[in-house]
């Protein structure tokens, strides 16, 4: 079975790389974030929801803000538990050249990226795709696809497209290959669910096999990277799937942290959750101590409370949850261990996360501006699919819709990868850009 050394031996090296020597003053994991955050997908976040289309309001979080709260969360899971892991096997440093700060670096980078393949109207984008590829008027253009490869478009996923977006370079024409090229532990860590899309295992109850991770375009890339980070094998007679990289299990428990109560001090900010009903929860995941709460009562405004308690909530979390990593490292590096770390939260936390959970859903994710959201959204991207694959499959009776997608977006002939480079061009539209084509399209308003 893998020990930390078999999957970080190869951590540094880049993606189309054999060797990265890094660059005096910056380690090459901290060049990873430095690549991600100037990359034009990761800044397109800005325009796409998190939960509220708020525009303009400085308190709602967006995928931006979102990413880069959850990279924040990322970046100190990651150096506690590299901490704590040197500490339990000390030659691993000398063995891989690795600190704990290198571990803070590839969690925080992948954490940065974990939402850069969202489609416009996030969840809802991803269904509004799905469906369009399911729908007849899309079967004209599947009819030289295989089954994997109907099934990408039919089951469309956001962790996939980021994957293709990070680890594939859009134009076939380049000479660089490999996406943004990061090193290989970041791409690990950023691969929640290592499979390929068929055959469907969801029902197999493990976190790693709950949906796909990778496009079969991608396919072979990702077997290399496989490979290359000694990842355990779970195939399948139908498909392929691995056992998570290690370091995925705290990319995605700065998600779960950020998103289940970040999301939820949102829904207060917009008056739909009571301040009693916030500051109750908050006081029962915080744990304040008598200094702190005598701090706390000391406070007069109450949006300041509630950032005090957030701010406590997130460090009890962020504390066990590394924790709960470390005390299963040897089951999570042996491939035993396929769940998600919230879920061995204590029971006392857990009962009160269920029941932020529910009032979320109830309160946030069924509240009238986000059922809206979510509408134009299906209304918005089956249009721009329509337009858009016409146009490459017939330029010539569709040149105007040709000619407004990006060259490097219509460089291939092979119908897969021509339809993939469409549904990857909408993808990457922010909210507003996706709207304000379709207006454009139908005439509501003028370029």
């Not at 880049?14 to 060797?19: A, D, F, I, W």
């Not at 500490?87 to 939402?115: C, M, N, W």
């Not at 219509?410 to 480079?421: G, P, V, W």
């Amino acid at each position: 079975m893998p020990s930390w050394k078999d999957y970080l031996i190869n951590a540094s090296r880049r993606l189309g790389k054999n060797e990265n020597p890094g660059q005096k003053g910056r380690t090459v994991f901290q060049r990873d974030y430095d690549r991600i955050i100037f990359f034009d997908a990761f800044r397109r976040l800005q325009n796409k929801t998190q939960v509220f289309p708020i525009p303009g309001s400085e308190e709602i979080r967006n995928r931006l803000t979102h990413s880069l709260e959850t990279a924040s969360v990322g970046r100190s899971l990651g150096f506690l538990a590299g901490m704590e892991i040197l500490k339990k096997y000390p030659d691993l440093q000398r063995e891989t050249g690795l600190s704990a700060d290198d571990f803070s670096y590839i969690v925080s980078a992948a954490a940065l990226a974990h939402d850069i393949g969202n489609p416009p109207f996030g969840h809802q984008g991803e269904e509004a795709i799905s469906v369009f590829f399911k729908s007849p008027k899309a079967q004209k253009y599947l009819q030289n696809l295989t089954e994997k490869q109907i099934a990408d478009l039919q089951n469309f996923e956001g962790n996939a497209a980021g994957f293709r977006i990070l680890a594939t370079t859009v134009d076939p024409r380049s000479q660089i290959k490999g996406g943004l090229r990061l090193n290989l532990a970041t791409y690990g860590a950023f691969v929640k669910y290592p499979k390929e899309v068929l055959p469907a295992r969801k029902h197999e109850r493990k976190v790693s096999l709950k949906k796909y991770g990778f496009f079969q375009a991608e396919k072979s890339v990702f077997k290399s990277l496989a490979e290359a980070l000694n990842l355990i094998e779970q195939h399948h007679a139908g498909g392929l799937a691995w056992k998570r990289y290690p370091l995925a299990f705290l990319t995605e428990a700065a998600d779960d942290i950020c998103y289940n109560i970040i999301d939820y001090e949102d829904g207060y900010h917009l008056k739909i959750i009571a301040f009693r009903s916030i500051e109750e929860k908050f006081q029962a995941l915080a744990r304040l101590s008598k200094k702190q709460m005598n701090d706390y009562h000391s406070i007069s405004d109450e949006k300041q409370k509630i950032a005090y308690l957030r701010a406590h909530v997130i460090h009890i979390l962020i504390s066990s949850l590394s924790r709960i990593f470390v005390e299963n490292e040897a089951d999570i590096r042996h491939g035993k261990y396929d769940r998600s770390l919230w879920k061995d939260l204590p029971d006392e936390y857990l009962e009160t996360l269920n029941e932020i959970a529910r009032e979320s859903l109830e309160k946030l994710y069924h509240n009238e501006l986000v059922l809206k959201k979510e509408a134009t959204g299906k209304t918005v991207i089956p249009f721009l699919l329509e337009k858009f694959l016409d146009a490459v499959f017939d330029s010539e009776q569709n040149k105007q819709y040709y000619l407004l997608i990006p060259p490097a977006y219509r460089q291939n002939e092979d119908a897969y990868l021509k339809i993939l480079d469409v549904v990857m061009y909408i993808a990457g539209m922010s909210d507003r850009q996706a709207v304000e084509l379709y207006r454009n399209f139908i005439g509501i308003r003028l370029p």
